[in-house]
């Protein structure tokens, strides 16, 4: 392969990954100090930042929905100052990010945090609680939201693997579609 296709194969890769339009590659990024621990999922259309990989470190059994975002620099303060906005983000341990989330440079998101889907994540945010919003806000303890989860599943129509995506019939899925006609279910 060639040099000029070899950098333009990167810089492809690079910015359709940074667009969301392609898969980041994850060695990469820990190879440019990227901290990933084990046992959790990161889900299609991620970005973690690939200019600042290194100041990146995401804690065990972290889940990633679509399209989520680490961003570990700032370069809107380049105008005014010369200089760009750059910090750590650290996510602890059993933390789940929902789609479309941005978190940005400079912030501890605390283990066991749950934060909700299209938040922007703009300061620390302390273990154990239920964050939503841009910018993201305290909504409740996670504790009290398993709870709720926990009252609301003994009431709700349940469903089986028979019902996901892989396995679901047309006669399932009306009938998922009609036992969800007045509120939300739970599925494996």
Not at 28 to 52: E, R
Not at 151 to 160: A, H, R
């Amino acid at each position: 392969m060639s040099f000029i296709h070899k950098f333009l194969t990167h810089i492809f890769r690079r910015y359709t990954a940074e667009l969301g339009l392609g898969e980041q590659d994850l060695s990469a990024l820990q190879a440019a100090g990227l901290k990933l621990g084990t046992g959790g999922y990161i889900g299609p259309g991620c970005v973690f930042d690939p200019s600042h990989a290194f100041l990146i470190e995401i804690g065990n059994d972290v889940v990633f929905s679509t399209r989520v975002r680490l961003i570990a620099h700032d370069a809107s303060t380049r105008p005014a100052t010369g200089y760009t906005k750059i910090g750590r983000i650290l996510i602890g341990d059993r933390c789940f990010i929902g789609s479309d989330t941005t978190v940005l440079c400079g912030v501890t998101i605390g283990a066991d945090c749950l934060v909700g889907a299209s938040s922007v994540v703009t300061k620390d945010l302390p273990p154990g609680g239920v964050y939503a919003g841009s910018p993201a806000k305290f909504i409740c303890s996670l504790e009290a939201y398993n709870q709720r989860n926990a009252e609301l599943l003994e009431t709700s129509p349940k469903f089986d693997a028979s019902y996901l995506i892989d396995n679901i019939t047309p006669e399932k899925k009306q009938e998922m579609l009609a036992a969800l006609s007045d509120g939300v279910g739970f599925i494996v």
